[in-house]
Structures are given as structure tokens and as C-alpha cells.
């Protein structure tokens, strides 16, 4: 389950990620063109997925801890408690706060946004500066 959710943050982040250099492809086209290398533009875009990463992080951090502590003292119930053969059957979904959860799951999405960020930043730089100028 929790491997589906990483998998589902990743097309998430692409997404966004793409979905801000095609905003501004010409931006980027223009900075080609006037000179800037490749290599500077994929820094300047990773920088970009490193600060989208850090604040996601803190975000999570601060709205999911709160949740997470609520689940963990009172819990949703799923259904009305069962009573079959003397036992009573209380179905609840709880959170359990752990280092692991608390360490864990963020360094993941962290590293997963600058991962995926390597692909935006890759494809922004395979335009060549003539063609670039088109976009201007």
C-alpha cells in the first residue's frame, strides 16, 4: 500500500514539475538562446524540485503529524461494534506515530521529488538555441 502511494506522489510531482516547464518553455528558450548552458538550466531546475520538496515536506510535516496524532487517540470506527460469541469486535482505524513514519516517509517523497525532477530538467535542455529563438 505504501508503495502505490510513493508511486502515485512520484506522477504527482512530475506532473507538477512538467506541467510548469511547459508554462514556461519560453522562458527556458529564451534563456538558451541568449547563452545559458544546459547544464546551468537543470541546475535551476532542480533547485526549483529541491524547494518544492522542502516545502511539501514541511507541509506534510505540519498539517499530517496533528491528523496522525488524532488518529492515534481516537481513532475512526469503520463499523458499529460487533458482538459475536461473547466478544465484542470494535473495528477502528488507528494511527501509530513512529520514527521510522516520522523519518521514513518523508526522506522518501524528499528523494522521490528530486529524482523526478531529473526528467523535466533533462527535456528542458534538448531544445537547440535556433529553435529555441522560434518560441521568443
Not at 7 to 36: H, P
Not at 101 to 110: H, K
Amino acid at each position: 500500500m505504501t508503495l502505490i502511494v510513493f508511486f502515485l506522489v512520484a506522477f504527482i510531482i512530475l506532473n507538477t514539475l512538467q506541467m510548469s516547464l511547459l508554462e514556461r518553455t519560453r522562458e527556458f528558450d529564451m534563456l538558451l538562446s541568449m547563452g545559458m548552458k544546459g547544464r546551468q538550466l537543470i541546475k535551476l531546475i532542480l533547485r526549483e524540485g529541491f524547494f518544492l520538496a522542502l516545502v511539501a515536506t514541511g507541509l506534510g510535516y505540519a498539517l499530517g503529524v496533528p491528523v496522525m496524532a488524532y488518529l492515534q487517540n481516537t481513532g475512526v470506527p469503520l463499523a458499529e461494534p460487533l458482538r459475536m460469541g461473547g466478544i465484542l469486535l470494535d473495528l477502528k482505524l488507528e494511527a501509530q506515530i513512529t520514527m521510522q513514519g516520522l523519518l521514513f516517509a518523508p526522506a522518501v517523497v524528499f528523494a522521490t521529488t528530486l529524482i523526478v525532477s531529473l526528467y523535466p530538467a533533462y527535456r528542458a535542455t534538448k531544445k537547440k538555441p535556433v529553435e529555441a529563438l522560434r518560441h521568443v
